[in-house]
Each structure stands twice: as structure tokens, then as C-alpha cells.
């Protein structure tokens, strides 16, 4: 194959169904595998997201491209990674670079292949701009450290919270000896590194992922470990893929898990790193998950119903970010605005951003509630995720392996 059928096959699983083509449409000459990313602080960019191999020798069950996944294999040299994506960073078709791969043999070969390649875009190419770096499991310390020099964001997928899961979904991988020390020590690495004013490349944090109800694990145990992880400034944020089969694995016949599951944890984890939550504000139920129906938030608030409701003339943001509909940038806004000019109505709030469905029960002004009731909880006709088709997926990479 030449290489650009090879980038299309190691770049096949980088964009999701809705978004293949993306480029490819307008451009029918481009390279496949660049997805277009939106950023947090707005706005969007390009990544061309590509493996370096899609050979692996590691036995994970809902993985393809395990160690007897029927998948075809190929590989991309440093060169190819290299010279393909500087082909497109010119043509002004990709702004960054995740790059990823699989393990086939020894893990600290395929790791020097990827930073083999971070190396000649950094050193030949002199490009300083984004690149994701994924650590695989088994890299070696020196391993870490060069990437933390070469790369602005680095990511260790854990994808359980401890020992016994991790090893339900791959018998090769170390959860407690090798994954969750790699991804402390990249984290103290980039924590390092923000706070270098020599440091010419800006350092983004570390990332990780976990494949949600796969191995039988629990939100609790799950957030936990990312409010820990958070909490040290070891990990900059968590994702949160909700487990899918997919046939021709060795969990081909597993349930899948209700896409909610996934939402309500990438909720949680904004309350932990964005709200000023801590861990034990969270709510759970019996078997330690959060409830499905409710938003974190709202089961918080319905939790604490001596705290409610609040004043919005007099009561301080820190509060005020707690109301089920008010966000940060809400919260802030409420605050100034009421220094300057009277709230008077509903609208006022609405006008600022807030969804006053879900908060007027919360509130009140001047000693008023705006809702003598919550907002109603929606009927369901099916459990969640029971309205779905649970046939096993067909792709040669779950999407999670670009997260």
C-alpha cells in the first residue's frame, strides 16, 4: 500500500462517523484523519489524528485491533508521520497532531517510533505548535520524560480505576505498577513545565479515559480517582467512553452502556474541575452510580433542600453556582449586574444566560420564590439506553482510541 492508503487506515477511527469527510468534502484532495476539534475556551481547530501502527500484541477486549482482532495492518514510519502531516500543517489542513499507536511487541520500541517522529517535527521541521502525545502502556521513565519535552499535551488512558477492572479488560496492562504511576509522573512533568518561563512550548496537562461500564466498576470509584487526580493537579481532565461492542472482540456479546451513563460523568467531572465541588458533595445511589434521571447538579440540590432557596439579590457566587441552570459565567454575570441595575423578572435572569426551568424553584427575589415547584422529571418510556439497537458496532477502531 502506498501511504496514503496507509493514513487512511491508521486514521480511520480519529473522526466518528458524523464527522468523516469533514474536509475530504471540500477538499477532495486532502488526507483523511483531520477532524476538526472545538476548544474550551472557544473556537475550533484541525488535528490529524493518525496511529503510528495499528499492529498491537496487548489482549484488550473491546479493542479491534487486539492482539487476534481480524483487522488489516499497517504502519507509518517517523518519516511518513512526519512529512504527511507538515504536507497538510502547510496546506493550512491541520493545526496539531494526536498521535497514537498500537503496542506490537515491546512497548518502549513502538514508544521510541512516536517520539522518533515528535522529534523531526520539532528538531527538522521546527514546528511549535499543539501535539498530543498518547503514552503507552509499558513505556519506560526516560520515555515519559522526553515526551513531556516534545509534547504540549500528553494522555494515559487508565481505562478503569483499579487493579481488577483494568485487568478484566486487558490481562497485559498494570493499572497500580505501570499505567497510574506513568500518568502521575507525566502529570508532575507538565506541572513542571507550566510554571517554566524557559519553556518554549506550552504545556496543556494530561489526559486520561475511561471505558465506562465495561469491567463493572462504579461512577464512585471512577470520580473518586479523578477528583484525587485533579485535586494534586496531576490530570487536567478525564473522558468518559460509555462502552460499546463491537464485534470480532472478545467482548463482542457484552451489554453496551446507555450513553447517559457517559453524559451524567463528563457532568460530575465539570462540577469537580469548574463548579468548586468536591467529591463528597457529589450524589450516588445504592449500587454507586449517579442517578440517571437527575443532572449532578439538581440531585445535589434536591439532596440539600435546607440550602435552597437562595436570595438572588444578596447571595454570593459561590452559592449561586450551585442552582441547578446557573453556570459560572451566569453566576458572575448575576452578581455584577445586581451592583448596577435592579433584577426585577424572570426575564432579567433569562437574559443573562440562565435556564430558569430548571432554577426558579431555587430562587427567590426579595423574599418571593419564582416556582413553588421543581421543574418536573421527564417520563420515560424505555430505560436508558433500552431503545437502541444492542447489535455489536462494526470498525476497525472503537472511537475511544482517540480520546
Not at 517522529?117 to 501535539?131: D, I, K, P
Not at 486520561?208 to 477528583?227: K, P
Not at 470480532?248 to 457532568?267: D, K, N
Request: charged share 25%.
Amino acid at each position: 500500500m502506498d501511504r496514503r492508503q496507509r493514513v487512511a487506515i491508521l486514521s480511520e477511527s480519529a473522526v466518528l462517523d458524523r464527522e468523516r469527510g469533514l474536509l475530504a468534502q471540500d477538499n477532495p484532495g486532502a488526507a483523511v484523519g483531520i477532524t476538526k476539534v472545538r476548544l474550551p475556551a472557544g473556537g475550533a481547530t484541525h488535528l490529524m489524528r493518525v496511529m503510528q501502527t495499528n499492529a498491537c500484541s496487548l489482549s484488550c477486549g473491546y479493542c479491534p485491533t487486539f492482539c487476534g482482532g481480524k483487522v488489516k495492518r499497517t504502519a507509518l514510519g517517523p518519516e511518513e508521520v512526519a512529512r504527511t502531516f507538515m504536507d497538510m500543517h502547510r496546506r493550512g489542513l491541520a493545526q496539531g497532531l494526536f498521535l497514537t499507536s498500537g503496542v506490537p511487541g515491546r512497548p518502549a520500541r513502538a514508544t521510541d517510533r512516536m517520539l522518533a517522529t515528535l522529534e523531526l517535527l520539532r528538531g527538522r521541521e521546527g514546528f511549535r505548535g499543539y501535539v498530543h502525545l498518547k503514552l503507552l502502556p509499558g513505556a519506560d521513565d526516560a520515555q515519559v520524560d522526553q515526551a513531556a519535552r516534545l509534547a504540549n499535551r500528553l494522555s494515559v488512558n487508565l481505562e478503569g480505576p483499579g487493579d481488577v477492572y483494568v485487568r478484566r479488560l486487558a490481562k497485559e496492562k498494570d493499572f497500580s505498577g505501570d499505567l497510574l504511576p506513568k500518568l502521575e509522573r507525566a502529570g508532575r512533568l507538565l506541572r513542571e513545565a507550566r510554571r517554566d518561563p524557559q519553556r518554549s512550548l506550552p504545556a496543556a496537562g494530561v489526559t486520561t479515559q475511561f471505558v465506562v461500564g465495561a469491567s463493572g466498576e462504579g461512577d464512585r470509584e471512577i470520580l473518586s480517582l479523578v477528583a484525587r487526580l485533579e485535586g494534586d493537579r496531576l490530570l487536567h481532565h478525564a473522558h468518559f467512553s460509555a462502552f460499546q461492542p463491537v464485534a470480532g472482540t472478545p467482548m463482542e456479546g457484552a451489554p453496551a452502556t446507555p450513553a447517559v451513563r457517559e453524559f451524567r460523568l463528563y457532568q460530575a467531572e465539570h462540577l469537580l474541575r469548574q463548579y468548586s465541588f468536591r467529591f463528597d458533595d457529589l450524589v450516588f445511589d445504592s449500587s454507586g452510580n449517579l442517578p440517571l434521571d437527575d443532572d449532578p447538579k439538581t440531585a445535589w440540590a434536591h439532596a440539600h433542600p435546607d440550602q435552597f432557596p437562595l436570595e438572588i439579590l444578596s447571595a454570593p457566587y459561590e452559592l449561586l453556582v450551585r442552582v441547578p441552570g446557573l453556570g459560572p459565567k451566569a453566576a458572575r454575570d448575576l452578581v455584577q449586574l445586581r451592583r448596577r441595575s435592579p433584577v426585577r423578572t424572570l426575564h432579567d435572569l433569562r437574559r443573562l444566560g440562565v435556564d430558569v426551568v430548571r432554577a426558579a424553584y431555587f430562587l427567590t427575589l426579595r423574599g418571593r420564590r419564582f416556582k413553588d415547584a421543581p421543574a418536573p422529571v421527564q417520563l420515560r418510556l424505555f430505560a436508558p439506553g433500552q431503545h437502541l439497537t444492542q447489535a455489536p458496532f462494526r470498525t476497525p477502531v472503537p472511537p475511544c482510541a482517540y480520546r
